[in-house]
């Protein structure tokens, strides 16, 4: 397994060692162990999501102020843009945001740690998608931030306007956004 860190260091890119032939390839996508042996991290994970989505659906930006969680997430079939937001307010990334291309060809998975809002944008046809995380969900504490909201300028891959649900459609702005201390 390799580990890319990214600008956000807390943030990691997390590429598997894929074993393939004419027959199809074969990877372990989660080896904790391995995981924690290569990114120092000690985490437990308490439930695995799954989502399909088509083209152009924008799920995000989401997250929990209590029991928040991180997620270890991945794209199985097709690709999406993954972005997450640092919502920590003693950190000194805090407001920056990353964002990832995660598909079924490159196998890669994005460490999200707690403390950030996550969100994708489904570029391919269609998106299969799945994260494990640290702590359940909590809809009661479940929050979102606004995806295009100016004060964070995230450079969504879009040509035209994105898929929302209800809850999206009407996220807070960062500014007003609860936040982590």
Known sequence: MNVIQTEIPEVLIIEPKVFGDQRGFFFESYNEREFHATTGLDVHFVQDNHSRSAKGVLRGLH???RQPQG?????????????????RKSSATFGKWIGVHLSAENNRQLWIPPGFAHGFLVISEMAEFL????????PEFERCILWNDSALAIDWPLSVAPKLSAKDQVGRLFRDAEVFV
Do not use: H, M, N, P
Request: aromatic letters at 18%; glycine letters at 4%; hydrophobic letters at 40%.
């Open 63 to 65: 997250y929990q102020i």
């Open 71 to 87: 997620k270890l997430v991945r794209c199985v079939l097709g690709e999406v843009f993954d972005v997450s937001v640092d919502l």
């Open 131 to 138: 994260y494990k995380t640290t702590d359940y969900y909590a």
